[in-house]
């Protein structure tokens, strides 16, 4: 039996389009999930749905096999942590980690304790006595997830809770959101348009678009075999290329042919056929960079001229245009010697295994 379940769950607001459509989804106890997703594609409302904010129009959620649409956020005990952190600016940190403990009645020398330990859990002991307005955004984000916390939850959910704040910190909030649920193992169910911070922090990744899920996976299995289009388009970049089918196989493997009459070697992400028309997508960073008449021993190559290249510290980006159209590359910073200059024949080389093909 699943932690949570969705069990067919819709939601419209003005009962003509749905906001979320047809919703399945499992839950495994102790995991993290990301629900990653553009703006408007389903993904904070499920997430209202699972606190209770919001109810199902069709469908059910199931929390340990038993429905919950009905019962109100109060009695789910869910700990919940917003981008705006909802701490109350009036209270000390200590008063608002005590907030929800006292409203479960919980003895004064226990709630002291815990407070000090969901402190000492963030990184933040000593902190009590100091109100929101004396700490910086990171510390009031961490306040926020003690805050969720301190009450032991079952579940944690959390609605874009690093949006406020900058790329450095946002990065190491990453980490230590993490190592935290590592060490607690609650579950937990995060909601985020950052693909970055669903890839760093999750075991699963949910990648919403249009009110569905179009793939569910491990953050690997979603960034290397992307599902669809919009998945490889979403998570990471990709170059694209328009090709049609000439050989393919059983097992996925296929032969396309792009402009220019280069064949291109890949693996199929749905079923496809001969002659039919595809979409190749290859990410840069398994690009390499080459002359023009270098070896290129089994990989698949395409043709062009060096058009830009651009340092970027860890690597150097090249843009290189062919017959088939363009193609980006990463090259890491230590390669960048083996790079053609500018306006220089060259090839790009990758291997056949990093080349999804997605027929039309």
């Not at 190559?301 to 340092?311: A, C, K, M, Y």
Request: glycine letters at 10%; proline letters at 6%; aromatic letters at 6%.
């Amino acid at each position: 039996m699943s932690f949570v379940a969705f069990e067919r769950v819709c939601k419209t607001y003005d009962g003509v389009a749905n906001v979320v459509d047809a919703l399945d989804l499992e839950i495994a106890e102790g995991e993290f999930l990301s629900l990653l997703g553009p703006s408007g594609s389903g993904k904070t409302t499920t997430l209202m749905m699972l606190a209770g904010f919001e109810r199902p129009t069709a469908g059910h959620i199931r929390l340990r096999g038993k429905p919950i649409d009905a019962l109100p956020p109060y009695r789910r005990n869910f700990g919940m942590v917003f981008q705006n952190y909802a701490l109350f600016p009036h209270m000390t940190v200590g008063e608002n980690l005590a907030f929800p403990l006292a409203v479960r009645k919980l003895p004064r020398a226990e709630i002291e304790a815990r407070v000090k330990r969901a402190l000492d859990m963030v990184q933040l002991p000593g902190f009590e006595t100091r109100l929101p307005s004396q700490l910086s955004g990171g510390q009031q984000q961490r306040v926020a997830v003690a805050r969720a916390l301190v009450f032991e939850p079952q579940l944690v959910l959390m609605d874009e809770p690093l949006g406020a704040l900058d790329k450095q910190l946002r990065e190491q909030m990453q980490l230590e959101l993490r190592s935290l649920h590592e060490r607690l193992g609650i579950t937990t169910v995060y909601v985020t348009h950052d693909q970055s911070e669903a890839l760093t922090m999750s075991d699963r990744i949910a990648v919403f678009h249009g009110g569905r899920i179009q793939q569910i996976d491990d953050p690997q299995t979603v960034y290397e075999r992307p599902a669809n289009l919009f998945v490889a388009s979403f998570i990471g970049e990709n170059n694209r290329l328009a090709a049609r089918l000439v050989e393919t196989g059983s097992d996925g493997e296929c032969v396309a042919e792009v402009a220019g009459g280069v064949r291109i070697r890949g693996r199929a992400a749905g079923a496809c056929r001969a002659q039919a028309q595809a979409t190749l997508s290859v990410r840069p960073e398994r690009i390499a960079i080459a002359a023009a008449g270098d070896p290129a021993d089994g990989d698949n190559t395409l043709p062009g001229r060096i058009e830009e290249t651009i340092f970027l510290g860890g690597h150097v980006r090249v843009r290189l245009r062919g017959a088939a159209g363009e193609m980006v590359a990463n090259v890491p910073a230590q390669a960048a010697g083996a790079i053609p200059p500018v306006g220089a024949a060259a090839v790009a080389r990758w291997p056949a295994a990093s080349t999804v093909v997605f027929p039309e």
